[in-house]
């Protein structure tokens, strides 16, 4: 029995496309796709097939989004494994490349996203085989860590065929913004504002790679952040701060994706109160919502949210396909890090 619908949560509009229920009969597919490496992504292509496969959901998507996703937004490009039969593509798995910081060195890691199928392709083989595909490619390329923010529907999936475990459940936290309340010395600015070298300058002035962390650097926080969406930054001489506006189901907000403190002082509080305030009136959505998880910030924004309000499980998955027995614990891993923001 084939059941659609959202796998591996990304942004808003970028979710894996097609889950199968296991255990279950599966319906045979009209023909089985062979999935290899996509030398060359032709994104116009990828962009009509995600939206094909989703067409029940409503989801569009763009070329220019998922050009800039896979290329851009993470720096270091992104590899997709593509389904093919009947002399086209049917589907995908995409593979975008990160480091993570561990105790001073440098590990691959690949954030899964972007799976679809074509409805008249699905079929537990062709999961077999992308999932296959995935583990050869990252043990061909020395990845140690694969990573994922499935949903609900998508956690037996991760489990099933990568043997991935539940890691770290990030903080779904709001905020109301009062408006009696200041913004102390934060100041606000649209990146599309903000040209390369003033960017450059300020980012180099704040700690984007602590240990057990997702790298960044100031030019990949740049990248990160002149993309299809629109971000703003909040700092001052302690904290900088990153946000976008964001709906869902109808209801605006003001998203809080980044946390950074400067190299040289330490942010209080107090900071992290006023960053929050300053990025709801420079998006002018009231609602701050801040997702992720942060042992460097002395405190985070608002409250948070119970587990029977909580829209999605916003739980990183992880496997370490180097050192399973090691027990890192990431100290940061918030929105810019992966493609919910």
């Known amino acids: 029995m084939l059941v659609v619908g959202a796998a591996v949560v990304g942004k808003g509009v970028l979710m894996l496309g097609s889950a199968l229920k296991l255990g279950l009969g599966l319906a045979m597919a009209a023909s089985l796709p062979a999935v290899r490496r996509e ?14 496969a989703f067409s029940a959901r409503g989801k569009v998507f763009t070329a220019d989004q998922m050009r800039w996703l896979y290329n851009d937004s993470f720096s270091h490009g992104t590899t997709v494994l593509a389904a093919h039969a009947d002399g086209r593509k049917v589907g995908q798995i995409a593979l975008i ?17 972007d799976l679809f199928i074509l409805e008249k392709y699905r079929s537990r083989q062709v999961l077999v085989d992308l999932f296959a595909q995935v583990l050869e ?29 539940p890691y770290l459940k990030l903080d779904i936290r709001a905020s109301w913004r009062l408006p009696f ?7 606000s600015r649209q990146m599309k504002d903000v040209d390369h070298g003033d960017a450059i300058a300020l980012f180099e002035r704040f700690d984007l790679a602590p240990d057990n962390a997702v790298a960044w650097t100031a030019q990949g926080l740049f990248s990160r952040l002149t993309g299809t969406q629109d971000y703003a930054i909040h700092y001052n001489d302690r ?7 964001r709906e869902r189901k109808g209801v605006d907000f003001t998203l809080l994706c980044a946390l950074f403190p400067a190299r040289d002082a330490a942010p209080v509080a107090s900071d992290v109160r006023n960053a929050m305030r300053a990025a709801c009136d420079m998006q002018k959505a009231r609602l701050g919502i801040y ?22 499980p916003m739980t990183l998955d992880l496997r370490d396909l180097v050192n399973p027995d090691d027990s890192v614990v990431f100290s940061r891993y918030q929105g810019v ?3 919910f923001a």
Do not use: Y
């Open 181 to 187: 309340l200041g913004t102390g010395d934060m100041v």
């Open 291 to 312: 997702i992720g998880h942060d042992s460097i910030m002395p405190a985070l924004p608002g409250f948070a949210l119970p587990d029977r309000l909580r829209p999605s």
């Open 97 to 113: 490349h990160q480091f993570i910081d561990v105790r001073g060195k440098a590990e691959q890691a690949v954030l899964l996203t």
């Open 337 to 339: 890090d992966f493609d």
């Open 137 to 165: 490619n990252c043990q061909a390329r020395g990845v140690r860590f694969i990573l994922g923010m499935p949903n609900t529907s998508a956690r037996s999936i991760n489990d099933h065929f990568l043997k991935m475990i």
């Open 239 to 245: 904290l900088l701060a990153v946000s976008t506006r």
């Open 39 to 52: 030398s060359v992504v032709n994104f116009e292509e990828t962009a009509q097939i995600a939206t094909e």
